[in-house]
């Protein structure tokens, strides 16, 4: 089965900190996205990786940078947490190119508190 | 902008069958139709995904408009394990394309 793991369930942290939020895939995908999610609002894309050191800006990418050293893994940073940030983080994953509409992995969810 | 519309919420009766809508006026001829859902606390699961043809799988069966502006997610017979929030996506899954989703429906299941 394809895996998407994200490192950490629960996290506590507290303003001004920086946040790693990791996530790493087995199934050799190129394609990775990091969404939040707020109750009200959906899924909303803060970034997407489709290839080693590459990046793209989501629809709410402020306040964020991204990672992707190593095609497994993509990391979600915050370089200065906010309270504003408290949410729900998904990471996802799928194949590119041309494999009969590439269906879309998630992980479990990191629910980030700043306090 | 989401590229779908979906009614925000549903309920249905235990053991009859569920439809759910989804609008993609905008859908290129590229683009999948995915559905997803997201049970309480998960993150979202795939569900079926078509093209053109319609779709079934032994979670659900997928319908295509012919103009592939619409389509509708059938549970052929919703349990209570049903009850989550169901997201309809269009995406071509290459190229630099974002993947965007919309609010999704809530569907409650009435026992």
């Known amino acids: 089965d394809v895996k998407v793991t994200q490192s950490s369930r629960y996290l506590v942290k507290r303003t001004g900190e920086k946040v790693f939020l990791e996530c790493v895939q087995d199934m050799d995908h190129e394609n990775m996205f990091w969404y939040r999610q707020d109750p009200g609002l959906g899924l909303r894309l803060i970034y997407f990786s489709y290839d080693v050191k590459m990046k793209e800006k989501g629809d709410i990418p402020e306040g964020y940078s991204v990672s992707r050293e190593k095609k497994e893994r993509f990391s979600l940073i915050l370089e200065s947490a906010s309270t504003n940030q408290t949410s729900m983080y998904l990471c996802?994953?799928?194949?590119?190119?041309?494999?009969?509409?590439?269906?879309?992995?998630f992980g479990e969810g990191s629910w980030l508190t700043v306090v | 902008d989401a590229k779908t519309t979906q009614p925000n919420s549903m309920e249905s009766n235990e053991e009859e069958p569920v439809h759910l809508p989804c609008n993609h006026s905008?859908?290129?001829?590229?683009?999948?139709i995915h559905w997803y859902r997201q049970l309480p606390s998960q993150g979202p699961e795939y569900v079926i995904h078509g093209l053109t043809s319609n779709v079934n799988n032994r979670m659900a069966s997928l319908a295509i408009a012919e103009d592939r502006k619409s389509s509708t997610l059938i549970l052929h017979r919703a349990t209570l394990r049903d009850a989550a929030v169901y997201y309809c996506v269009t995406w071509a899954g290459f190229g630099n394309e974002k993947l965007t989703f919309g609010t999704g429906t809530r569907l409650t299941i009435i026992p």
């Open positions: 905008t859908i290129s001829g590229t683009d999948y």
């Open positions: 996802a994953s799928s194949f590119r190119a041309g494999r009969s509409g590439n269906t879309i992995y």
